[in-house]
């Protein structure tokens, strides 16, 4: 069993930054990667970044490409989002999710497991 737990939402104005963390528990020592992925109300949930949890090979929606970056702390079993330069479409609830198989994913359906969500809302 694996437990995802993101923090690090809030309310911020256009321009500014946030990051969220993405604490893992269990059996995490078998992941392959580590996805990020958002959904604004009414619209399907759709996929951010992804690294692989241990090579650091990352991929990055086109949206958020020189604005984000993934990032993952092994020791503690933490996965970042960093989010520069934020624009009110960014408005969302974040996920992350945990990939055992292996092979990249960028669907919701490539992922295992998932966290609760975290909000992010962006005023312009």
């Known amino acids: 069993q694996v437990q995802l737990v993101e923090s690090g939402g809030g309310l911020v104005q256009a321009g500014d930054s946030l990051r969220l963390s993405c604490a893992t528990s269990?059996?995490?020592?078998?992941?392959?990667?580590m996805g990020w992925f958002r959904q604004a109300p009414g619209k399907d949930r759709e996929f951010v970044a992804a690294?692989?949890?241990?090579?650091?090979?990352?991929d990055y929606a086109d949206s958020v490409k020189g604005r984000f970056t993934i990032s993952r702390d092994n020791a503690k079993n933490t996965v970042y989002l960093q989010m520069n330069s934020l624009k009110p479409e960014d408005t969302a609830v974040y996920y992350c999710?945990?990939?055992?198989?292996?092979?990249?994913?960028?669907?919701?359906?490539?992922?295992?497991?998932w966290g609760q969500g975290t909000q992010v809302t962006v005023s312009s």
């Open positions: 999710a945990i990939r055992y198989r292996a092979g990249w994913g960028v669907t919701t359906y490539d992922y295992d497991y």
């Open positions: 269990g059996r995490t020592f078998a992941a392959n990667v």
């Open positions: 690294c692989t949890w241990s090579g650091g090979t990352t």
